[in-house]
């Protein structure tokens, strides 16, 4: 599907159109977006914006790397935007040209939407050029990234608090797929805050320099970002090492418990083996109260040890 808006100080604001129609009368600036193009419309790029082949070709592939590529007569970029939802990255193409700017992406996506809805709602157009519509689209695709990285990072801080005492492994697996997630965040992020560096240092891109200070902000805002997923991944990494020291903590308690009671059944395991030997000639076997004599030297010497090992604190 191919979206056009363009504009002109004669006609006004005008969606709606047709490719043919940005050729048969002046426009001051237009915006074509190709969202899910057929193959059929992916030939209009070269045959009727006339651009060149590897950039269309970059659109064409996979998931490219943000980057920015000068052309004799238009600019291309690649930008990343975020599926809130699923993490998912989805690329977004961008030819900047003389008053005119084309998007291109295989699917669906928010961030441009609201591009187009402000861009369509904007009272003053003659303010208005491609270099403010690419700026919009940034803006957004920016935007959308500071709900994912606050919805992670109340998700860590549910994880510390555990409210609904999760048990540890439960909490370890959550933790893991934040991490994941903070990742995937970080490989987007980064890239494009580099990106963005570049736009602001380009001396080709004349209408960047004219907004400095509004792509300036844009910059800013990774920055923060990038700043934000790299705390929380500190954080669920401290969270990781505290429920690791209180696993390992409880496991040593656990074979303490375990040693006292081993060591306290010593004694009596070795007076029992004694007097299990079954040897016809033992003294002890003849005399009328051995058996309760036995008890309570066993008894004696087990609540003698417990005594000891409580006062030692072991119990504690």
């Not at 002109?8 to 940005?22: P, Q």
């Not at 395991?269 to 005399?287: D, K, R, S």
Request: net charge negative; hydrophobic share 40%; glycine share 4%.
């Amino acid at each position: 599907m191919i979206q056009v808006m363009a504009y002109s100080k004669e006609n006004g604001l005008k969606e709606g159109l047709s490719v043919d129609d940005l050729h048969n009368q002046h426009w001051d600036w237009y915006w074509v977006d190709f969202e899910a193009p057929t193959e059929d419309e992916v030939k209009r790029l070269e045959s009727d914006f006339h651009f060149h082949p590897l950039a269309v070709e970059d659109c064409l592939h996979g998931l490219q790397r943000p980057k920015l590529d000068y052309y004799d007569d238009h600019t291309f970029l690649v930008i990343h935007s975020v599926d809130s939802r699923t993490l998912e990255r989805k690329e977004v193409d961008i030819f900047l040209g003389e008053c005119s700017i084309v998007t291109f992406h295989k699917e669906k996506n928010g961030p441009l939407d609201q591009a187009h809805n402000i861009v369509k709602r904007t009272r003053d157009f003659t303010q208005v050029d491609e270099y403010y519509i690419f700026h919009q689209i940034l803006d957004k695709v920016v935007d959308n990234y500071f709900p994912i990285i606050y919805n992670i990072e109340d998700h860590i801080n549910d994880i510390e608090d555990n409210t609904k005492n999760l048990s540890m492994e439960t909490l370890l697996e959550q933790l893991f797929d934040r991490r994941g997630e903070l990742l995937t965040l970080r490989q987007t992020v980064h890239p494009m805050r580099d990106l963005l560096y570049r736009i602001l240092n380009s001396h080709h891109l004349d209408g960047v320099f004219e907004r400095r200070e509004y792509f300036a902000d844009i910059h800013d805002h990774l920055i923060k970002v990038a700043d934000m997923i790299l705390s929380n991944r500190e954080m669920t990494q401290d969270i990781r090492d505290s429920y690791m020291s209180l696993n390992s903590h409880e496991t040593n308690r656990t074979m303490q418990v375990l040693t006292v009671i081993s060591v306290i059944f010593m004694p009596l395991t070795f007076i029992v083996g004694v007097y299990g030997m079954n040897f016809q000639h033992m003294p002890e076997l003849g005399f009328q109260y051995s058996y309760l004599i036995v008890w309570i030297i066993m008894i004696g010497v087990a609540a003698g040890m417990f005594f000891w090992f409580k006062n030692k604190g072991w119990f504690d």
